[in-house]
């Protein structure tokens, strides 16, 4: 404990583990490369993930670093605090499932704009479904390539930018040959090392405790006081407190790249077998990461893990340090790094979907594209996407890119979610209404994130906020939900009402 | 059972499931933002209100979705094969 930490210092095992995990990936991607021959292979691999391999692989997806340092950082330096946001990032999954899932299946291709615009007007809904799917994918992007970036400096000695290449060329090899076959593939075997080495930490702490949490956290509230069991200063007034709890519920069904991957799976039934994996997975981790939390704050010590980072983001590595030495903090920082890469690649599979499948093929083409012109594209669209997220990458280098994953979430449910409810559950909603509530909704998450607390004051340092929130969601996302339903009954769309009957008995039935 | 009944029936289900996660996550947060202290109370030395309840929020998402996830597989996935079975006629 009292030893300095070899974080930060170049550590050949972390180097070894993350070549093999490199190694390892890029080889299923070979194989996967060779399976990836029509759009459907690149977007959907092939529609043939079984149910279970979808939930390890949505669990891969979507566990990202914010959650696994990000969290048992929290926990590490607030305790109680860390838990409403784990709570709330897994509630939003039986949304999905209710909800969500299955017609999404049942209805779409390749992307959820091609459920919002089933029986409306193509044009003006993909456009505007796309032009939300890219703002969500990019600010997520931001967040994890920045972070990726911080992290690997921080454990391997790499500079910032060498780190941001090689995640964004490792991330393009999986996407552009191995389509989402590789990337599925990739984030099951990235799901399986979090959970493991997640499960190999937590019995590690609790066997320091006689495998009872308890004495862990009566050993934490012992050092630091009974607030760390108590709700602390995450959440100051009750609005603030509804707000980012509508975010991080919502914003999961609206995330793009995790409905994407709703159609990789053969049918309906699929699909809600994979969210009760996922659900299964995720709480499992999130009950780890609050183990891991009170272990580092027990066993390695508040100042400790303030003196690396500031935010507690190393929480995590550093009590893999404490518990096994060079070897398992290697070992969980090549986790780390499996994490973003995972992450980032269904981040711009999806991204490359929206701009291929929604701009091009359906907008540009009028849905008539030769099908070699289809992967042409997708193809092209990765590599842009893989250039931007190195871009904004260096961009946003030393930027506090934490709300950048809230904002994210804000924007999912604001512009995405209340438009893709509707359109599956809503007989009357129209054209206008679609468009109008994924404009809105985006826009206004953008713009009052903007004058929010966190960017007026924290990083403008400007003295007050027009703005009182620092996530916008209670406001925005009721306000999409409001313009939606008032465009809609201003004016009708009688066609899109007649199309209803073939939507509901195909989103019951599936094809037939 | 006709697709209208079916599909009436499944909506039931999810607003059903859906609102008692609602309920249940949003009376998590906002007893963590009306009564910290409550939260903060000693149910045995080293559980705190606060984590059991935040502990059953995360035993409540797996229990709904247990519980719709049998019931699909069960109830709606047969009705589905009826309704398919009986062709576009039986709709």
New interface residues.
């Given amino acids: 404990m009292g030893s300095a930490s070899r974080i930060g210092a170049p550590n050949s095992t972390a180097i070894g583990f993350f070549i093999a995990f490199v190694a390892l990936t890029l080889a299923i991607t070979w194989w996967a490369a060779r399976r990836t021959r029509s759009t459907e292979e690149f977007f959907a691999a092939g529609r043939r993930i079984s149910g279970r391999q979808n939930g390890f692989a949505l669990a891969g997806d979507y566990m990202s670093a914010a959650s696994f340092l990000g969290i048992a950082g929290l926990v590490s330096t607030s305790g109680f605090d860390g838990l409403i946001y784990s709570t709330g990032w897994l509630v939003g999954w039986p949304v999905v499932l209710f909800l969500i899932a299955e017609p999404l299946r049942n209805l779409g291709r390749y992307t959820f704009t091609d459920v919002v615009s089933f029986r409306l007007r193509q044009r003006p809904v993909r456009i505007a479904a796309a032009i939300g799917t890219l703002a969500v994918v990019s600010l997520y992007l931001i967040a994890q390539m920045v972070g990726a970036g911080n992290l690997i400096k921080l454990m391997f000695g790499l500079s910032y930018e060498t780190a941001i290449v090689v995640v964004g060329a490792v991330m393009l090899a999986y996407v552009l040959f191995g389509g989402m076959i590789a990337t599925t593939w990739v984030q099951i075997v990235k799901a399986a090392l979090l959970l493991g080495g997640a499960s190999l930490l937590a019995v590690l702490v609790l066997s320091q405790f006689g495998f009872n949490p308890l004495r862990l956290f009566a050993a934490a509230a012992d050092r630091y006081g009974g607030g760390v069991l108590a709700p602390g200063k995450l959440i100051s007034s009750p609005w603030e407190a509804v707000s980012l709890g509508l975010a991080l519920m919502f914003g999961t069904a609206g995330l793009p790249h995790i409905l994407m991957r709703f159609y990789t799976v053969p049918d309906a039934r699929a699909a809600r077998q994979s969210v009760f994996w996922a659900t299964g997975l995720i709480g499992c981790f999130y009950l780890l990461t609050f183990v891991l939390g009170f272990g580092a704050m027990v066993l390695v010590g508040h100042d400790a893990i303030v003196a690396v980072d500031k935010g507690g983001n190393m929480a995590a590595p550093l009590l893999a340090e404490v518990l096994g030495g060079k070897a398992l903090l290697g070992f969980i920082a090549a986790v780390a790094f499996a994490t973003i890469l995972a992450v980032v690649a269904g981040l711009t599979l999806s991204g490359a979907a929206a701009l291929s499948h929604d701009l091009w093929v359906s907008v540009v083409r009028k849905g008539s594209a030769p099908h070699d012109e289809q992967l042409k594209v997708a193809r092209i669209a990765s590599v842009v996407l893989g250039i931007v997220a190195v871009l904004l990458g260096l961009l946003f280098k030393g930027q506090n890119v934490a709300f950048m994953v809230g904002l994210a979430f804000a924007l999912a449910a604001s512009g995405t979610f209340p438009a893709l409810l509707l359109s599956i559950y809503w007989p009357g909603f129209t054209t206008a209404g679609a468009v109008a509530a994924i404009v809105s909704g985006t826009f206004t998450a953008a713009v009052l994130i903007f004058f929010s607390p966190t960017v007026q004051i924290d990083i403008l340092h400007h003295e007050h906020a027009w703005f009182p929130l620092k996530n916008p969601a209670l406001v925005s996302m009721p306000l999409a939900f409001a313009v939606a339903i008032i465009v809609s009954l201003l004016a009708p769309e009688a066609e899109a009402r007649a199309g209803y009957a073939a939507k509901e008995r195909r989103m019951i039935l599936g094809e037939t | 059972m006709t697709?209208?009944v079916?599909?009436r029936q499944?909506?039931r289900?999810?607003?059903a499931?859906?609102a008692v996660?609602?309920v249940?996550?949003?009376g998590?947060?906002?007893l963590?933002?009306?009564d910290?202290?409550l939260?903060?109370t000693?149910l045995?030395?080293?559980?705190?209100l606060?984590?059991l309840l935040?502990?059953l929020?995360?035993v409540t998402?797996?229990v709904?979705?247990?519980h719709?996830?049998r019931w699909?597989?069960a109830h709606l996935?047969r009705r589905?094969k009826e309704?398919?079975a009986a062709g576009p006629a039986g709709?």
């Fill in positions: 697709l209208g079916l599909s499944r909506w289900i999810a607003v499931l859906s996660m609602i249940v996550y949003f998590f947060v906002l963590v933002a009306f910290k202290p939260l903060g000693l045995v030395p080293g559980l705190s606060g984590v935040g502990a929020v995360i998402a797996w709904l979705t247990w719709y996830v699909a597989n996935d589905i309704i398919r709709s």
